[in-house]
């Protein structure tokens, strides 16, 4: 069974910045592709960002590609989502989430095992 706990949300001000965590447990983190999606509220869930197994590769959502930066730790076991030059738009419910399948994958129905989230919200 896997089950994935994210940290590090909180209430920042526009353009400062926050690092999310999800740390994972269960077997062969280092195998799966990881991706962090949000939900803003009244709003459908939507993908920000993924990241291979190895690492080496990723891919961001248009809105957060430049500003936001996902990695993985996979000694910890542990995915990333370092965010940047945070807008009121980024407010939101964020989750990690595992992909049941190769990478490349933006679409939440890929992905079997979900975090509770954590909320981020900034004010303008």
């Known amino acids: 069974q896997v089950q994935l706990v994210e940290s590090g949300g909180g209430l920042v001000q526009a353009g400062t910045s926050l690092r999310l965590s999800c740390t994972a447990s269960g077997p062969a983190f280092s195998l799966a592709t990881m991706g962090w999606f949000r939900q803003a509220p009244g709003k459908e869930r939507e993908f920000a960002a993924a990241?291979?197994?190895?690492?080496?590769?990723?891919i961001y959502a248009p809105s957060v590609k430049g500003r936001f930066t996902i990695s993985r730790d996979n000694a910890k076991n542990t995915v990333y989502l370092q965010m940047n030059g945070l807008k009121p738009e980024d407010t939101a419910i964020y989750y990690c989430?595992?992909?049941?399948?190769?990478?490349?994958?933006?679409?939440?129905?890929?992905?079997?095992?979900w975090g509770q989230g954590t909320q981020v919200t900034v004010s303008s």
């Open positions: 989430a595992r992909d049941q399948g190769p990478f490349g994958s933006t679409y939440g129905r890929t992905y079997d095992y």
């Open positions: 990241i291979s197994g190895s690492g080496r590769n990723t």
